[in-house]
């Protein structure tokens, strides 16, 4: 790691003189230009500089935006502007409130990125209305700080991830510093809530710095925020029990001058910037002693700070009525129409433009140039900076698979033991998130011996594993993981997040923002591809030992598949070696979202790593060692699989159906790849239809057990031949603390139920095995039976491995800290 | 409100003597009880009483369960059932770290409650045994504070929610005192941080009491915690920020005597219920000035305190070690063995159990009696003390039709009116909950009418609708909106949450466990019916005028789906009146899930006030208005449509066929209750197969425009007749800000492209209309061209009405704040 010149270059102390009043008049050109162009972009179609007075078409018919929050960050963008350019700061921003879309792209305008990725929006009077007429607009851009925004690697449209972002950005970026914009709305969310706490695993010599802004505007969209409605000393206390050293700057109210504002902000960003560089520095020459109290600003200003302050004689400005558009009937009368007028001409665009419609010099002249811009700086265009992981050969780490079965292994635990080396030889950009999880699924002990997890809290020496740096993230709040995760990736980085199969629901909406955001930016050329979202779920629905119904829950995959193709992925290897080339297919792969659901238990290893290599190419395949086709014969039934409880429930029903009806054709078919199934005009891995029906046959039962809700299976095959005698078997919301076979026992997915259901849906086989039928009947009951009266799994079930029993006993459950 | 009653009864100071060292002997004898049936449930088969030497098979073949958080459970438990004696408070707890099931479940047990409703778990050493062998067991209990779990409304599996429950609970029930245990692991969630918050919102008349204690045992699963990892003054300061007044109480490490770490907790408890009881004497007499600083007690002992220090050398009491089963392998070796009996007997059970087994009475003296018992207490089994609503008749409140679409209104608007009158005459038990949305969603300003928001913060007098008390309850945080209704539902009152459609999903999870909740208790006879929780979610996918891409997503209906019929319930009124008709059932309902979908921008109303009345008892039912069918004759296309936007394009569609194919007979379908389409047997509101066959044919081509992801339409239809013609439009994940139109049109959900669908679909139509079909593929274009060149939707849609112009146009999009 590159320390020591990172603390040389980026942090600096800067002790001169207070900031000149031709700077802070700098400041407040921008300011102005930037507002206006905010304004601009929310209400004017035409006419953009204002040459001749505002006539009512000029006006967008439909004003759609936010402008209370937009004044404040083009406050603070303006502020940050001067400061980079004096320390030659590397800088990024995350903006919370992201409705304040068009402080951000006016910034970007004015720097001259805008018209460098978009060439018809030039520094010019055409320039200026495209970039107005655009903002909410059919074919235009997004009202957020979205995709489509340079700079931006956070659209801030769902709240509450902000923080997240912004120091899974600094992490392993020594140099960068992230400006850090939280709503006080926003800060009312529970992820964000959380997300001060980031503090504590933040490393002062290897991670870069998040200035955490609180923008207290007092309002959200209809309400005052609860951080405004405290006292001081309260709020004083919030964000030092947080571990911060908050500064507090208040201005702009009751129509103070915001020169004076300015002067006051910028003198307080001063200070804060030198802490940095003085903890910094502490840092690198080791005299930093315990965690350290990093900055943070509680900026205090109007919402909708410069707006018409009434309108119509109600409170506007400073006001919740600020949030979204104040002057929404701006078209209705001439007197309205003048209001716009002259809130817009309050800014003096003809200071700010020059006769071309370009922004004069005075105007620009605190913005930095080049990679500094934050709208331009390559971090938050991630796939610029991204390198692509040193991977070792995962074969080597495979298991001895003699013959299906004869082995077994915990598939996570041997997963462990190749990421510890992909941490070992990619020490700067990999990372494994989790809450509290990653010994409990089983990824650990392995990857400990590579690495550490990461924390600055104090450490005792009682804990192990723990340093104040190190590759695991372990915090118990799954939108954190999620957030910090997302933040890594989005500036180039690899990962991934290992959870509870159940508690993955946490994050659902937060997966969708990022599927959302993966899409757009694959139709927006200047965006690089950045590396993959990667789940690993392990502890899933079929193996919550200790734990219950509440932990029982598949149905990520179900959330998941709605989004669109392009991105989504879903992998249920059931063994370690297909789960070790799964995990390094997704450590490959970009732009995707790869959820893998795979078991921390002792399972029978079935496939050796040739077998596994192709299984997973293929994507799905069928188990001739595991059936008892005919050669040149159509199968009678199909038992298909995916996930490893269904897959062992399926072979073993196999083994059944072989031993008591031996003319029965069977075939076994494994699909490790879901999307497989789907039709190929739906999914770019979807199977050709000829393919399809070559594995599933167009007219044989298929009897799929599937790992999660059944009507997935159902869903993906809709289009299929032979979806008519396809019958599904999976998780039916049934469950509580039990044994593993009572588990399968209770949603009818077992050996046993599977073999009644071949009986039932082969055509003459009811009546010919109506007694095989009753004995599998009476199976079900034996083992329940066993169950309630052992506490464990019947033996022949317990043991059961393809031919033959099994080192793995599905009764061992080891503790989750083992 | 019996606000004065309640003050004089409840809440008492108690200024005698400290807890003298009878009463500590007391405490501690039920804390030795509690943990030996703790230490019971989790390890032993057989022999509960330790009558023989431990032998191997009295101990269970596989150990589930958690002890690390159990010590201190039952140690909180013990001392406020001395506080509860003392001072007769009405009292339930809650319990963050449910995943100490057993301590609750040993608490019920010694104070008796578990006997009176498990009638065949007594007490006797036969009672022990069963008690013991039930727990995490085939056929027995679940391992967490579950519906199972007298006492509790509140599982605690998936960790963050204890306070937002605790809260709830505590709302409007201004004698109870909510006892609050948060994990310092579950501190660490998004939820959980925010939740802290809650006390902003209560009010100390009107609501009870919550208790919070932070429950720092120092570790989770495999960490420490981050706030048992901050320097002291950094902890108190949090808590002072958010606005408590903090006490410490630290014990039992270094094999500190109970006894004295029982007496400084028995002495902070007493001073802290001073404190309450002082806070509500001033509140009653108005002397209390500025918002309450309630107390909230940090305690700190060891995790898995009591058990063995050390085992095979390693330390394990005081460590994460103890955080399941610290003894995994208590089977394994004769010492293991032993030391699990030295473990057990180190609470001596031989002085807490007599001859028969049950407990001594010097065991079980703290305990209170009867209702005051928190495992007895009615609250917690909400149903007990639910009163149904008073509703005024919803068809007073209808608007007017003289003729589908001649008139037009704001749904949720109207459905605030009557909302009003329900808040009005139900001023306890009824409130509204939202994310700052309440407005932006339409029902204000009606509900304002009627109420306020409730805020115990500072209330500026620049607001509006905001005082201390008030039955709308608005904070930035869906986890809390979700969470403050299901405690308040929990403990047997009636309430919604409405939110934006897309950033419902930020809930997904928390809906997920009151579900699986729901479905539990209604297995479990002495749990009594409570009121179901009712979303509505308006700003749904269609009209994010303001927002964009992030803002759409109809997905929580999938989720939802996948939950236990026997909950789930999932309504989308198109107008006014059908609107009116399904809150008015909602309402009216128990144990259900209702997800209700309503737009709340101006659309014209369709159905008079009984002919709503009647399409909703149906659930779904054919316009015959709409559409051009034949007495007599099939109809040769069937537009069905389920959802506002839906049932709009589809009108529009078969008014265009009409005028263009008058021989084609249209038949319309409108599906308001999505359930109906599932077969009988798979969900209660399923249509019988005959009924779906005669509205939707068994063969005639159904073109399906529906409100939410395509997919889900083929799902619920799957198993019925003609499902091979059944063509659904829905959101394919295409969208971002733009107009109304468009967005339909990017989707394929439109007019034109239903027109096209028909053309394509009815046999027949596509050679002999391929006129029409380019004239709709045109159309389409010249919306497109329309909207890109003037921002809004084309007149002729936009202002489109059935049988002529529409009051209301589709272009007029009001701020939120409106
Ligand atoms: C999770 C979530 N819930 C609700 C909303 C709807 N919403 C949009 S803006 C806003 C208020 C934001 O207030 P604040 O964070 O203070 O931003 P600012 O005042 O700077 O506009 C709300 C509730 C949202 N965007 N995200
Ligand atoms: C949301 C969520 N994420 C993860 C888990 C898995 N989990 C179960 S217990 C636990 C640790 C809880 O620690 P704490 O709250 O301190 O409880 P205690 O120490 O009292 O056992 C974790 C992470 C969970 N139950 N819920
Ligand atoms: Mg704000
Ligand atoms: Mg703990």
Redesign the interface.
Known sequence: MSTDVATETAWKRRDETPVSDETIRLIDTYWRAANYLSVGQIYL?DNPLLRTPLAVDDI???L???WGTTPGLNFMYAHMNRAIQERDLNTIYIIGPG?GGPGLVASAYLDGTYSEVYHDIEQDEAGVRRLF?QF?????????V?PETPGSIH?G????YALSHAYGAAFDNPDLLVMAVVGD??A????????W?SN?WLDPVQDGVVLPILHLNGY???????LD???QD??????????YHPYLVEGGFDGEDPIAVHKRYAAVLDEVLNEIADIKERAANGSLE??AKWPMIILRTPKGWTCPPVIDGV?VE????A???PL?NARDTPEHTALLEGWLKSYKPEELFDENGAPVPDAVAIAPKGDRRMSANPIANGGLVRKDLRLRDWREFGVDVPSPGATSSEATRVLGEWLATVIEDNPENFRIFGP?????NRL?PPVYSATD?Q?A????P??VN?APTGRVM???????CEGWLEGYLLTGRHGLFTSYE??I??V??MF??HA?WL??TREIPWRRSISSLNYLLSSHVWRQ???????Q?P?FI??VV???ADVVRVYLPFDANTLLSTYDHCLRSVDYVNVVVAGKQPQPNLLTVDEAVRHMTRGLGIFEWAGSEKPGEEPDVVLAAAGDIPTLEVLAASEILQKYIPELKVRVVNVVDLMKLQPEDEHPHGLSDRDYDAIFTTDKPVIFAYHG?P?LI??LT?RRNGHGTLHVRGYK?EG????PF?MVMRNDLDRYHLVIDAIDRVPGLAERYAGLRQEMVDARLNA?LY??Q???DIPEVAKWAWKGGSEANI?D??????
């Open positions: 179609l967008k018919p439909r759609l935006g936010h409705h007429r909410s607009f059919p074919g235009g851009i997004p009202s957020h979205a659209e449209g769902e709240l509450g709305g926003e009312e969310t529970g992820p964000l809530a959380t997300s706490h504590k959200k969209i209809a309400n005052p925020t609860v409605r405290i006292p309260e709020l004083l206390d919030l964000f030092k029990g947080y571990g315990g965690r409170q400073n006001t919740w009525r949030h979204q558009v929404a509290d999880e990653t010994a409990s650990a997890k924390f809290g104090e450490i005792w009682i804990d723990m372990e915090v118990l709040s799954e939108h954190q159940a508690f629901h946490i659902d909406s969708n923002q959302k899409k757009v030992d200790h734990n219950g119904f509440s932990h829950d149905g179900d959330h709605n989004k669109s809700y009507w159902h869903r809709y919301e509580t603390t039990t044994t009572d329940r169950a309630y052992n506490g464990e009764n459950t080891g503790g989750d800290n083992d």
